[in-house]
């Protein structure tokens, strides 16, 4: 009798995290993924559903924050993860999905991205072109602060595609990207005064509330 060999769950494969196009892999001649348009670049590797041991994962091996707020808005839940990088030099942008009822009408989706500059992966799921907010983006008055790790951050409105509300800044040498649908999910992150803390902080016990896997984190 031929024993059946055990089902394993295959993976997409990477794909650009500027234009989410397909990538050339690595060859005998260059270790570097590359984009048709884009060039070379880090890939974007297929979302994980939310689980404590895809965060675990993640906590571990990212180089860049994975925020998270902390308490999280009441009704809030945790709906997966993802990330930039080859698997050689850890994680070079982070991302944290999450839904939960809009302060309107309706549910919400909330991505939380942080990133090195240069990457894409924020501008990208913004619906802009460039790699990153664009220069002047931060010219005026803040259009929200919330706090990381007990500092107050600025954000910034940054245009993008109609249907999703974008904000940009900065926080630990890093890009931070919010960006909720639809567009008037927007005032969650101006007006909850979100409060961030950082997953890889292994000295925290984070019980966090999982729900479905975000269709987002696809785009």
Not at 114 to 133: K, S
Not at 165 to 172: D, I, P, T
Request: charged share 15%; aromatic share 10%.
């Amino acid at each position: 009798m031929v024993q059946e060999a055990p089902w394993v769950a295959v993976r997409a494969d990477p794909t650009c995290p500027r234009c989410f196009g397909p990538l050339h892999g690595p060859s005998v001649w260059s270790s570097a993924w590359r984009c048709d348009a884009h060039g070379d670049v880090l890939p974007y590797q297929p979302p994980w559903p939310p689980s404590s041991s895809t965060l675990d994962n993640l906590r571990r091996t990212s180089v860049v924050p994975v925020w998270l707020p902390w308490p999280l808005p009441s009704g809030w839940l945790v709906t997966g993860f993802a990330e930039v990088g080859d698997g050689r030099s850890g994680a070079r942008a982070s991302v944290v999905a999450l839904s939960g009822p809009a302060l309107t009408e309706g549910p919400a989706d909330l991505l939380i991205i942080a990133e090195e500059p240069g990457v894409g992966l924020g501008a990208a799921f913004a619906g802009l072109d460039g790699p990153d907010p664009g220069q002047g983006f931060d010219a005026g008055p803040p259009n929200a602060k919330i706090d990381v790790l007990g500092h107050p951050t600025a954000l910034w409105c940054v245009g993008g595609a109609a249907d999703r509300a974008v904000y940009a800044g900065e926080a630990l040498g890093n890009w931070l990207w919010t960006i909720a649908w639809p567009a008037d999910a927007g005032c969650v992150i101006a007006l909850l005064q979100l409060n961030l803390r950082d997953l890889r902080d292994l000295e925290r016990d984070f019980d966090l509330p999982f729900g479905a896997f975000s269709p987002r984190l696809e785009d």
